[in-house]
Each structure stands twice: as C-alpha cells, then as structure tokens.
C-alpha cells in the first residue's frame, strides 16, 4: 500500500512539476487557435464610377435531416417545402418527397440549392425548421466567394480573372494589388465544437486590397461590342476585335474580344487585340508610305506606273484588287485606292539597294518588339531583317510594303495609327487610370509617351490628308458622310495556311488561301481635331457574304464614331447622318418612343440592346436584374402592366 501511494505522489508530482508545462502547452493549442481574418478583394471599376468587377458572397445550402426531431421535421416540412418552391421554382410536391425521402435515408447533407445569394441566405435562415439552426433544424450553409461581372461578358476577357485558372486581363496583371493583406484573431474552443473570438478587436486587422479605375467606358464598350458582334453574326466569321483608345492620352475606351462557338454564337473567348500576332495586310502601307515621305525619297506627287495591276517579282507575283490596275496615278492615290503594285513598285525603288533604312523607320514605329502591357499573353511581333539570314529573302522587303511577311498585334497596328492622328506623338496603350483604397487614390497611372515624334510634322499633314482620301474617295468611300470626318486605312489580307495533312493523309504545301482572309480597318476621328482612334479586325468572314476590308470592318468602325458622337458629342460637327451598316436610327427611336409613350405601364422592351433597355426601366422608378448580355429576349414583368416604383423587373439578354 505504501508503495503504491508513493508511486501516485510521484506521478502527481511529475505531471505538475516536470512536465507541467509540456500538457500546459498541449491543452493550449487544442483549444486556441490563431484565425485568419480575410482581407477583401478589391473592385474593378470603369472610368465613369461602373463596377466592372466585384466579391460576391454565395452559399451552398444544404439539410442535416437527422439532426431534426420527427415531431419537429413533420409538423413543418410541408410550409418548409412551400417556401423553398417559392424561392427556386420547382413544385411544393417535388421539394417535400426530397425531405422525406432524406429524412427516411437517414441523410445528413442533402443538397437544397448551389449558388444562392447573401439576401436569399439571410430568408432562408427563416424558413420553417430552418430557423432552428444548425443542430435542432439541421441548416447547413457553405460560404464561398465568388467573383461576379455585373455587366456580363462584355470585356470579359480584358478584365479577367485571377483563380485556379491562372491569371488573365487586369485581374491578373494586378492580383498583389488587389488581395490586401489578411489579418489574424485569436479563438477560443467553446462546447460542441464551436470555436469564439478571445478578444473583441483582432490581434492584426485585414488590410483590404486596392480598387482598380480602369480606362474603360462602359457605353463606349457597349457601343464597340454591339457593333462588332452584329457584323461578325452577318458574316459568319470566326473571330474578331475593336478597339476605341483616346488620342491624347493612350487610354483605352474599349475593347470588345469575340470568337465563335461551333454552335454559331459569340463571346469574349481570347483577348484577340492583345494576344493575336497575324499578318496585317494594307493597313501596314501607312508605315510603307510614311517612311518614303519622311525619307523624302517620294513626295504624295510622285508618279508610279502601276502597269496592268499586276508584276512579278523573282516569280512571285504582286496582284491589284482592280483588274487591269489604275495606271500611271500618284503615291496618294496609290494609298487611296490600295494599291499593292504601286506601293510595292515604290518601296522596291528606293529602299532595295539599303532595307536597313526602311526597317530603322518600321522600328521607329513601334513594330519590332512588344508594347510591354501589364496583361499577360501579349502577341509577339516581327519584322524581318536582312541581319537574320534565315528569315530574309530576296523578296522580303517588297512583301512587308503591303503588309505580307510581317506580323503585329492588332493593338500594336492601333498604337501606330493613334501617332498620326495625335500629331506624331506615340503614346502607349493605357488600361489603367488609378488605385485606390478606401476612396483613397494612392497611384496615379500617367500617359506614358513611346516616341515623341514618329515623322515630321510636313510628313504627318501629309498623311492625314490621304488617310482622309481614303473614306472620301478611296477604299472606304462606303462609309463617306459628308456630315461627320474620319480618316482611315482599309486592309484586306490573305491567311497564310501552314504546312499541313488534308484528311485524306495527303501533305500540303504551306500556302495563302483564297479562301481564308482577314479584313480590317483603322483610322481616326474626327480629321479636325482627333479625339479617339480606333481599329476593327475581323478573321475569317465567309467569303461570299464578303470579305474586303471596306465592306466587312470599315461599317464596324463607321458604327462606332457614330454612335460615340450621337450619345456623348465632343465637338460640334453635325452627326445626323443615316449609319448605313445597322438599325441604329430604329433603336433610338424604339427608345425615345418608349420613354415617352409609357403611360405609367410597363413598356415592351424585348429586342432592343440590353443597355438601353436598363436605362429605359430605370429612368420610369424601376429595378432591374439581368442576365446575359445582347438583345432582350425575356422580360418578368409583360407589357401594360401598371408600374409601380421601385419594383424589379428581370430581363434576359441573348
């Protein structure tokens, strides 16, 4: 006996002298744990104060049916089953044969709904047995945040993401700004499992991330997509991009990226303006035509014999759009008209014997490296050099006159015309005006100039006059109106098919389609006085609808200067011209009729733009929700009925 209370005092003595402290530590990090508070991640906002991009809380919600007392789960799960029909939809009959037959299984996690919003969460909180709470009325609810586009695809791509996905757009370029720094709370382990906050403040306290203002403007974006989207629908083409930037500042105002789905339909599926390198075709005669003037080795006088409309050259021949060619005409002309021959023919006279000076000017240019934007995936760019002995041949220099042999990004193409309408200034493409915290700007993105003069100013009058030339008697005399000045270049190019198996096994040369084209134009207005420019491209249209660059993208630019001056004018030239390419003029009367023939009903908004419909429920007192994006396909509320405001309506958008 004496011994066994001697080997208890021992023990009590070793577990509270020696090794006290040991099990001390232990009960401590069992029952307090160090928690991590989240910092909040930051918006993405348009120029104008929209939110482009924010968290949204949703919930997964699901039922412990064990947890719930039979008296308790059948007294109410009929008015439990009512409610959730309520909510989501499907029959009172279909939700109560669920519970019951997760109740008769025994089922601790059936699902009740994905996705649900904070709002709907909160209201089902309340719901019969729900409102019991987690252990007596089994509500389970799995928080998640989730990042949402309040203005749907559009600009999908260049806002971007940054998730499992990877990085992508602005999201991605400027995820460490955005995420903030997360903060830390200690926590106390109470009964059941539960754990609560020691204290009432936290130990470090979350700092949320920056707020992102983007250049973007949301009307203009609306503008550039619905222009784009309805020209790529009528020629079936594959994909295509628009891009709006400021003169002056390099900001860009818009960027509409679409692909096609094998089902026909369109949406943001790469950020074509950005990551597509490609041939340009003639929009990359300005830079062949510029370089001669500012060289002044030709003047816009200068004669070229353009011959027959067609000349060969070590065997390769070198072909005019217009049969038998336009003859002896001047190098403005040749630009106006699109003349492969004459601007070949000039490019070869004077710059054959020393390449170098003509590629030292397409570098002055900005063509031969990136742009170097904070997005991710930018196209890389090339330009042929007779230094690179494997990629120069003895018809290199001809082919980049009229734009073969080369490759540049939309956006590069852009950034280059933009120079010439801002007077020779190259200003760098701009995404991004400010971070902000807390409503507190705490970085300023400034205009960042590349090249401060591209060309002489004599050289750049010159240009702007013939690109002028060109919507009023040249390739885009299709979009001419004598009421409202742009300026511009039409290209047209053939897809270079690579090297490649038919389905029959059969290997086929690599080779230039006629069947595959890319058509585009980019220009600037107005002529006067440059406020924005702009560039359309679009690949693959089905070539018996057309696929010349006057009549695929040339309206789609037309469309955008329109519409940008008839809804927010900058000047005071006359903008009553008929757009000739959409039914631009039916959908503002459609809007003006509705606003001013509504009658306090609920007006019919089915088939007009999903911007314009939201503006036009709006202004009459009520609230909208959509989804999608496009034209109105679905409205909640029918025609006639009497409004009430403050009431939310539903639109569904193609």
């Not at 096994?505 to 006085?529: D, L, M, R, W």
Request: with cysteine.
């Amino acid at each position: 006996m004496t011994l066994f209370l001697l080997a208890i005092i021992f023990r009590v003595f070793n577990l509270q002298y020696i090794q006290g402290e040991k099990y001390k530590r232990l009960s401590t990090e069992r029952n307090i744990k160090q928690d991590t508070v989240y910092a909040n991640k930051g918006n993405v906002y348009a120029a104008d104060g929209n939110l482009l991009a924010t968290s949204m809380s949703k919930y997964t919600i699901r039922m412990d049916a064990v947890a719930v007392k039979d008296k308790i789960f059948y007294a109410n799960v009929l008015e439990l089953s009512k409610e959730l029909s309520k909510m989501f939809g499907k029959t009172t009959e279909h939700y109560e044969q669920r519970l019951r037959n997760a109740k008769k299984s025994r089922n601790r996690y059936l699902l009740i709904a994905r996705n649900v919003g904070y709002n709907d969460y909160i209201k089902m909180k309340q719901f019969p047995i729900f409102r019991k709470g987690v252990y007596r009325g089994g509500f389970i609810a799995e928080h998640k945040t989730v990042r949402a586009h309040p203005i749907g695809k559009i600009a999908e791509r260049t806002i971007g993401y940054h998730d499992f996905r990877g990085d992508a757009g602005l999201e991605g370029a400027y995820a460490n700004h955005m995420k903030g720094e997360n903060g830390v709370r200690w926590k106390q382990k109470i009964a059941k499992g539960q754990w609560k906050p020691i204290n009432d403040v936290n130990e470090k306290e979350p700092i949320d991330g920056h707020d992102v203002i983007t250049t973007i403007d949301v009307n203009i974006q609306d503008i550039t997509h619905h222009a784009l989207l309805q020209q790529l629908e009528h020629f079936e083409a594959d994909h295509g991009c628009a891009v709006v930037m400021e003169t002056k500042t390099g900001e860009i105002k818009a960027i509409a990226n679409l692909g096609r789905t094998s089902d026909g339909k369109y949406f943001e599926k790469r950020n074509y303006a950005i990551w597509e390198s490609h041939e340009p075709g003639s929009t990359f005669k300005l830079a062949s035509l510029m370089a001669a003037l500012d060289d002044k080795v030709i003047d816009t006088s200068t004669v070229v014999d353009t011959e027959k409309g067609r000349i060969y050259i070590h065997n390769r021949k070198v072909e005019d759009s217009q049969r038998g060619g336009y003859g002896k005409i001047s190098a403005a002309r040749v630009f106006e008209v699109s003349s492969n021959v004459g601007i070949v023919k000039l490019i070869k006279k004077h710059y054959d014997e020393k390449p170098e000076k003509f590629i030292s000017k397409i570098k002055e240019y900005g063509f031969t490296k990136k742009i170097g934007l904070p997005i991710k995936g930018e196209g890389k760019p090339f330009v042929p050099t007779p230094k690179n002995k494997k990629r120069w041949n003895k018809i290199s220099l001809e082919w980049m006159a009229w734009g073969y042999g080369v490759s540049v990004t939309p956006l590069q193409t852009l950034m280059f015309y933009n120079a010439v309408a801002n007077d020779g200034v190259m200003v760098k493409p701009r995404f991004i005006k400010e971070l902000r915290r807390e409503d507190k700007v705490e970085k300023v993105y400034e205009t960042e100039i590349v090249n401060a003069r591209i060309a002489s100013k004599e050289t750049i009058k010159k240009i702007k006059t013939v690109m002028e030339n060109v919507v009023v008697k040249g390739t885009a005399d299709n979009i001419y109106s004598p009421n409202f000045s742009m300026a511009g270049k039409t290209g047209t190019a053939k897809k270079y098919i690579p090297r490649h198996k038919n389905n029959k096994g059969e290997t086929i040369s690599g080779h230039y389609s006629n069947k595959h084209y890319v058509a585009s134009f980019a220009g600037f207005f107005p002529v006067e006085n440059p406020k924005y420019s702009c560039i359309v491209v679009v690949h693959d249209p089905k070539k018996e609808k057309g696929y010349y660059g006057a009549i695929v993208a040339a309206p789609v630019f037309k469309e955008i200067a329109q519409k940008i001056y008839t809804t927010t004018p900058v000047d005071v030239q006359s903008v009553d011209d008929n757009v000739q390419i959409s039914a631009l003029d039916k959908l503002f009367n459609k809007y003006g009729n509705a606003l001013t023939n509504t009658n306090n009903t609920i007006p019919n908004v089915k088939g007009m733009s999903g911007m314009d419909a939201i503006s036009l429920l709006e202004n009459i007192g009520l609230k909208v929700r959509f989804t999608g994006t496009g034209k109105v396909t679905y409205q909640s509320l029918s025609k006639g009925q009497k409004i009430k405001k403050g009431t939310t309506i539903t639109l569904k958008l193609t």
